[in-house]
């Protein structure tokens, strides 16, 4: 918690001094103001990286003040604290950026706890946009027939608000059709919100996409805004929707069917308006025969199906991804590739799909020489012709459990142990992640 700079507008003294001082014991730089107006004052002259803010405020909604430093301070990171649990209110602080909302009186570990989160979404934030200023946007490319009849298909279900599957391997772009229909319907300018089913412990799934009231089960010292109730009147993207507990499953029929839902603990329903997106990389018609996923949920999401082909059924993109690619990461420079790499890359049958390819770019932007990319620049791992010994990727006798510890070991091993670094490589969670190493 060291070195954080906290602004904590409150106009309760006892309370911001008791958060000051627990503040300052654990490093933080500390300021206190009692008003909206020396907070303006304040942000404008000292750069803040988090602040506590009251929801009411002698002279301005904290909302409204919460909205005033994300002008100022685009990175900053606010924390809107009220005595009064208002549903809209945090519905809405959320919605103009709060990193979070949190009732009095305040448990002051866990505020604490919420401050270095927020203040590592700032570091974050900054990270992230650093880069992006150096990269152009992501965009959908289209130029196999397979990929613009899919786009067609995205036009068609941008237009309604029927659920749409996206099926197709890991890699293949799913979240980035999910955002394209979500772009190019009337719900553009609502939220659009990303749920990974497969990084959500069973325990706390339903209150994360619900919410739950306070008191409603141990820890639950506040009440929490669900994921489902952030989204309304936009998109949620159901990602590996395949890893949604069963327990979830009818309960996420239900808001498909009836366009409500209740909090944990709570006796209240609440009607939402949003658009389901789901993918999945398994085949869930197969699940359903086995008894993995419910049948009636599989046809309800399955109203539009797009199904994504793999980077090796289109081979004709590559040129036009690779071009993509090199501008994200080599900016005006210009590459040229050897003959050796062009075969390499046409010969390679792409696992790991458009994901893997750009990380294939990536690293041979870094490692090229001269701005010229060879077949070693690209390192991709294919089976050596003279080898022999068999890897533990081609070892037929071994399990696909056992192939698959030898893999995320060899990953973790590439990315110096680095947790973060490699389940990105992996195109997986951290929580996932987590759970392999675990087990």
Known sequence: MTDISLLIVEDDNALATLLK?????????????????????????????????DLRLP???GIDLLKEFKK???????IILTGVTKVDKAVAAIKAGAYDYVTKPCDLDKLQFIVGKSYENNLYLRRKTA?????????FIAVSDSMKSILSIVDMSAKTSGTVLITGESGTGKELVAREIHKRGERCREPFVVINCSAIPESIFESELFGHEKGSFTNAVSQKIGLFEVANKGSVFLDEISEMPLSMQVKLLRVLQFKEFRRVGSNCTMHTNIKIIAASNKDLAELVKEGAFREDLYYRINVLDI???????????????????????AGDKKYKFTAKAKKMINDYNWPGNVRELKNVIERAVILAKDNIITDIDLRIFQKSKNSDKESDFNDLDKTLEEVE?????????????????SAKKLGISIQTLYNKLKD
Do not use: W
């Open 307 to 329: 199904n994504i082909p793999p980077l090796r059924e289109r081979k004709e993109a590559l040129p036009h991804l690779i071009d993509y690619f090199l501008k994200i990461f």
């Open 131 to 139: 880069f992006e200023s150096t990269k152009i946007p992501e965009s």
């Open 21 to 53: 001082e627990k503040f300052e014991k654990s490093g933080c730089s500390v300021q206190i103001v009692n008003d909206a107006k020396s907070a303006i004052s304040v942000m404008q002259k000292d750069s803040f990286e988090v602040s506590l803010i």
């Open 405 to 421: 510890k030898a893999y995320v070991k060899k990953v973790l091993e590439s990315q110096n142990g680095n947790k973060t670094k």
């Open 59 to 61: 002279d301005m909604d």
């Open 72 to 78: 100022i301070r685009p990175f900053h990171q606010s």
